[in-house]
């Protein structure tokens, strides 16, 4: 499927393409060691080092809805990353974002994930192409965080 293609989609044509090329940039950052786990983590990355910041995944469960504090994070964080042209999506499902990003037992706290940039450049990656525009996309819709749906 080319770029074009992506782009003309309508969303519930969009959403299974976008969770395939979101799981394989995980898979891909991972293996490149370009992955940032966990609320606290992400926050001094991009106080740290913004510019090797290049998307921002945040991952709602039933715990979102209780917790305030986590909520207050998610709120810095998503303006944050459009205040600084980060790309950012949410999912639905923690514990398989989890277990996408975690070789062991998918318990690792993923509310939000990090894709940084590899210490020599920025991602050349035809599926991180594909995610930017459709965060792109999205926001012409004024839809600010879509949903992308991981499958199981």
């Not at 394989?24 to 983590?41: P, R, S």
């Not at 990355?45 to 945040?58: R, Y």
């Not at 525009?133 to 965080?145: A, G, Y």
């Amino acid at each position: 499927m080319t770029l074009e293609e992506v782009i003309v989609q309508k969303p519930t044509e969009r959403a299974p393409c976008t969770g395939k090329a979101l799981e394989e940039v995980l898979e891909t950052a991972k293996a490149n060691d370009c992955l940032t786990i966990g609320v606290y983590e992400s926050a001094k990355v991009m106080n740290l080092d913004l510019d090797s910041v290049s998307f921002c995944v945040l991952a709602f469960d039933e715990e979102f809805e209780s917790d305030i504090a986590l909520q207050i994070h998610f709120t810095l964080i998503q303006a944050f990353c459009f205040d600084n042209d980060i790309s950012i999506v949410r999912v639905n499902d923690m514990q398989r974002l989890a277990e996408i990003v975690d070789d062991k037992s998918g318990q690792l706290d993923a509310h939000c994930v990090l894709i940084t940039n590899p210490a020599e450049g920025s991602w050349q990656d035809p599926a991180l192409e594909k995610l930017h525009l459709f965060c792109e996309e999205s926001r012409r819709m004024n839809e600010w965080v879509p949903e992308i749906t991981l499958e199981r």
